[in-house]
């Protein structure tokens, strides 16, 4: 599974292009394609971590999704609500592997003004994971 | 019935038809008739805001907006190539075109627009700034049915 997870990550692009891939995928897979592709142990607490700190810009993660995501946010601009982001509270989350990676590149380019390595991608995806 | 006889029944129909439309669009309360929206419309834009009408801005404003997705307003929205294709098309096709909504507004925003700032000009300062509010663009703070194209002025209530 975390192989074909891999290949539908990678292919993200492709997938959105010509529409035809399944792409139904769990969170875990998500998790390990990442890992894999950074070749390193996702670390929850480096997830939460990264999500409730600023980096150097206006926003956090949290300014939209809320400290601890299992309640709904509020996107800091618009005002409108966002469902909660742990899959435990809202099952469709991280099960998509090219909605997954569109949200990370728009999400931490406007957080952390650039794009989010896959190790990082994958202590998000543990911690948000554990939030039961 | 030959040929020629169907040709004045059809033009009536057809001028029933555009009364019709006309009188809907006087009537009603927002920039010109509204449309049904395009499903993938509502699933990527109104993922973050309101369901914008096309018909609030000109064609011209919808492309430069769908040209630069990656500067959205202070955000990152960029999508798939052939996703902004698909959307740009349909924001073109059902774009404003109804008196001053062919002009286009400052920065591409509907609440810069003459028409808008004109339908708004009663309203008090604060407003504006109270936390249910915080946004000229959060239009469903006022107006509870904008997810479906409906500004309607009876179905308006303002935030305390």
Known sequence: MTRSVLIQLAGATLIATFGTATRAATPADLQAAYSALSATTAVPDRGQQLFTSRHGREWSCSSC???????????????????PLAPAFKPDRFADAAKTEKWFRRNCNDVMGRECSPAEKADVISWLRILK | MNRLDRIPRTLWVLFALLGASHAVRAGDDQRGPSVV?????????????????????????????????????GTDASLDATTVSELAAWLSANSGTYKRVREA????RITKSAWFIRKHDELPVD??????????????????????????????RIPR
């Open chain 2, 37 to 73: 929206l395009m499903p993938k419309y509502k699933q990527e834009c109104a993922a973050c805001h309101v369901a914008f009408p096309p018909g609030m801005l000109p064609a011209d404003s919808w492309q430069r907006l769908m040209n630069d997705l990656p500067h959205h307003y």
């Open chain 2, 127 to 156: 407003v504006w700034k109270r936390p249910a509010v915080k946004s000229a663009a959060n239009c469903a703070a006022c107006h509870p049915q904008a997810d479906q194209g409906n500004f309607n002025e009876h179905a308006i």
């Open chain 1, 65 to 83: 999704h809320g400290a601890v995501p299992t309640q709904p946010g509020k996107h800091a601009s618009t005002g409108k609500p966002i469902a």
């Open chain 2, 105 to 108: 507004p400052p920065e591409e």
